[in-house]
């Protein structure tokens, strides 16, 4: 079974520039979070989309970033314009819904390394 | 905002010794998960004990959870070298259909051997 994949693997950029980040979730997986990963810390939820509708986007600073999930699979996620503080991993990771035995686990890809300038 | 505090945030033993790390956390949850996350990489989904459960093994892997604590352990046996990695704790406090997962900071784990 394929897992999840996110591009690109790294990613630099100068402050004020715009980036976006793609993911595609394991196949059947319904439900797909985005996470951001600041060095020394917990994964931070992003946003969460089930199928192509958001779920929970409370902790997205929508002023800067934004996130779709077109026909409930690949996802992108965008930063427009980045600050310094935006520097961290981008995780992706997608799950089965509803809730019940076996389907409370997330599946997570390898992350995208965001560095800005 | 982050749910679960680990301690400690740094723990570093001997091969073939036990490992435990704490998590608590605030509110009620459904379930706790333990992920592990090595160096650099995506998380690996360890174990999920559920809230009206009190003790999980998982191979060398043995979790219990106290709600009336709000606190988690978990307790790896016989350590490995290949169990260096971050630990996180992640608290679901979803109701509904869908999770409302909450990492928490974390447990550097370093195994020397």
């Known amino acids: 079974e394929a897992g999840v994949a996110q591009s690109p693997r790294y990613k630099i950029i100068e402050k004020r520039q715009s980036v976006a980040f793609w993911c595609n979730p394991i196949s059947g997986h319904a439900t797909l979070y985005w996470y951001q990963q600041i060095l020394g810390q917990g994964p931070k939820l992003l946003i969460q989309f089930q199928n192509n509708g958001v779920v929970d986007d409370s902790q997205l600073p929508k002023d800067r970033f934004s996130a779709e999930r077109l026909k409930g699979v690949d996802s992108t996620l965008k930063i427009q314009p980045a600050k310094l503080e935006d520097s961290a991993v981008y995780l992706c990771?997608?799950?089965?819904?509803?809730?019940?035995?076996?389907?409370?686990?997330?599946?997570f890809g390898p992350g995208t390394r965001l560095t800005v300038l | 905002s982050q749910q679960g505090e680990e301690d400690p945030q740094a723990l570093s033993i001997q091969e073939g010794e036990n490992a435990t790390m704490n998590c608590s956390y605030k509110t009620s949850i459904n379930n706790l998960q333990w992920y592990r996350q090595n160096s650099g990489r995506g998380l690996v989904h360890l174990i999920l004990i559920r809230s009206n459960e009190r003790e999980k093994h998982s191979g060398r892997l043995r979790v219990t959870l106290d709600t009336s604590k709000k606190s988690s352990s978990l307790l790896i046996t016989a350590s490995r070298a290949a169990d260096t990695a971050s630990y996180f704790c992640a608290t679901d406090e979803g109701g509904g259909g869908y999770q409302k997962v909450t990492f928490g900071t974390g447990t550097k784990l370093q195994v020397i051997p």
């Open positions: 990771a997608s799950s089965f819904p509803p809730r019940g035995a076996g389907r409370d686990t997330q599946y």
